[in-house]
């Protein structure tokens, strides 16, 4: 081997380990990244003692954000500050029935004291307190449904909005459902107050983008949580259910709560007004 073919080789062991290293770094950097996206941001999730709102709050405060939760038992706030604090998550945590102005205005004012300010809204916390045939509900039952599923998501909007400003912008994400694209027969009041979550997202996005804040939707499809337990415990409803799904399963709260992370994130700055469906392939379209 000549001198100048051994200097090549050489070249192109060192170049090939540089690039290795190189990969390697970019590697654990992305990660790195991604592990701190959120530091130093604050984020209200509502309804985040269970289900879908507390795998939203592990997932932000994973990535380094200060998370604020909330419902309207103690005994429930307790143990979901125990849970996240055990994963070195910073939260703070407080009462808060959504439907009472009194107690959504002490929620942003107790986070703003806390935390300094708001990044980041989950208005999750709904409720569906009808089960059966559209035309046997009542009209006490959809003036609840639509005031928590629906007037309350704005109104939290309203109230987070000043502070997000303040900071320069923010995230709104709301947590719709696939049954406001097809509704579901037995749950018909809440399918509609879910669809009337996608025209307010894109009524909002558009005036909220003059001040840096983002407003976007997820629509989960049939996810294992307390609150839709009624749905897929039913083995009738639920083998009904799968056969329009392209994933045949029910989903889990962390493959709704990464998105939601996802969306909270710089890498979603050029998404607003969206609905992202969660749904196993489930086909949704109004």
């Known amino acids: 081997m000549t001198d100048k073919s051994a200097a090549v080789d050489c070249s192109r062991v060192m170049w090939r380990s540089a690039f290795r290293c190189l990969g390697t770094n970019c590697v654990a ?3 790195s990244m991604s592990q701190s996206s959120l530091s130093g941001k604050v984020a209200i999730v509502t309804g985040s003692t269970d ?19 909330s419902s309207r038992r103690q005994a429930n706030v307790d143990r979901a500050v125990e849970r996240l604090q055990s994963q070195n998550i910073q939260v703070t945590g407080t009462t808060c029935n959504v439907d009472k102005r009194e107690d959504r205005e002490n929620l942003v004012k107790l986070t703003v004291e806390k935390c300094g300010g708001v990044d980041i809204l ?8 009808f089960f059966g045939n559209i035309m046997d509900s009542t009209e006490e039952i959809w003036d609840k449904v639509l005031s928590v599923n629906v007037k309350v998501f704005f109104l939290m909007t309203k109230l987070v909005m000043p502070h997000m400003q303040k900071r320069g912008g923010g995230n709104v994400v709301f947590v719709s459902s696939v049954a406001g694209y097809q509704p579901i027969r037995i749950i018909g009041p809440y399918s509609v107050s879910k669809t009337a979550l996608l025209g307010l997202t894109r009524a909002l996005a558009p005036e909220l983008a003059q001040s840096n804040i983002r407003v976007n939707c997820v629509a989960p499809g049939l996810i294992k949580t307390n609150f839709s337990s009624a749905l897929w415990q039913s083995e009738d409803f639920l083998d009904e259910f799968t056969k329009q799904l392209s994933i045949k399963r029910v989903g889990e709260p962390k493959e709704i709560s990464e998105v939601i992370a996802f969306l909270c994130s710089d890498e979603a700055s050029y998404i607003t007004g969206e609905t992202i469906t969660v749904s196993g392939g489930m086909g949704c379209r109004l």
Not at 51 to 69: C, D, M, N, P, Y
Not at 122 to 129: E, G, K, L
């Open 29 to 31: 950097g992305l990660r």
């Open 51 to 69: 289900g879908i709102g507390l795998a939203a709050a592990e997932s932000l405060g994973k990535r380094g954000a200060h998370v604020v939760v």
């Open 122 to 129: 989950v208005s999750n916390a709904a409720v569906n307190p």
